[in-house]
Structure formats: C-alpha cells, structure tokens
C-alpha cells in the first residue's frame, strides 16, 4: 500500500514553478515485496464501538497490498458464514468469532495474537 503525501515537505519542497517546461519528477518508491505470512503479526479483538451494541471481530496488523488483504477477508467470511468488510488495512468479521479467525489464520501460517479481553 502507497503511503499518501499529507504535506508540501513529503513532496521534496517543490510548490510552485513558473517555467512552463517544468516536468517534476517523483521518486519511485520500492513497493514492498510480500511479506511471507509467518513474518505477520496480527490482532485479533472483538470490538463494540459505534456498531448500535453489535460485535464485530476485527483483525488488524496485515501488511500487504489491497488485493491480498481483500482475498485474506474473503477467505475468513466465507468460513465462519457471515458478512463483513476489509478496508484502511483491517479486516471486520460480523459476530463474534475470535477463536474460529485464530485457527484460520494459524492454519494459514500467521501469527496471531487474542487481544483485548
């Protein structure tokens, strides 16, 4: 995942150019290769905040791109039966599945973690 340039000193210093053949060049930043799945540390935590009372399982700590976080969540919905989403690098499971998600993701070859209580 890109990291997004939030001010004028992450864009090198260059705000204004009054030379019409002024091209600015960007650094290409390396993308990060995979990181194998035993080298993630990942959180799971049911949570209850601003959901209307409702659990959610959420899974956080996944470093990767989009596309591999979003078949990551599809794999987790699709075995515990129920909906949910994956977005900003966290995954939401609806209901209460802590111990199901851990034994999926162990089996997958992440390291997991139970936190919160």
Excluded at 24 to 38: C, F, G, R
Excluded at 56 to 83: H, P, S
């Amino acid at each position: 995942m890109k990291p997004k340039k939030k001010s004028l000193s992450d864009l090198g210093g260059i705000m204004y150019s009054t030379d019409p053949s002024f091209n600015y060049e960007v650094e290409d930043e390396q993308t990060d290769a995979a990181i194998p799945n035993n080298q993630q540390d990942l959180r799971v935590t049911l949570d209850r905040k601003n959901r209307g009372g409702k659990a959610v399982t959420l899974i956080t700590g996944f470093r990767g791109n989009d596309d591999e976080l979003d078949q990551l969540a599809k794999m987790l919905k699709n075995k515990c039966g129920v909906g949910g989403a994956a977005k900003e690098g966290e995954i939401l499971i609806q209901g209460d599945f802590r111990d199901k998600v851990i034994l999926l993701l162990q089996a997958a070859g992440f390291k997991v973690k139970k936190s919160g209580g």
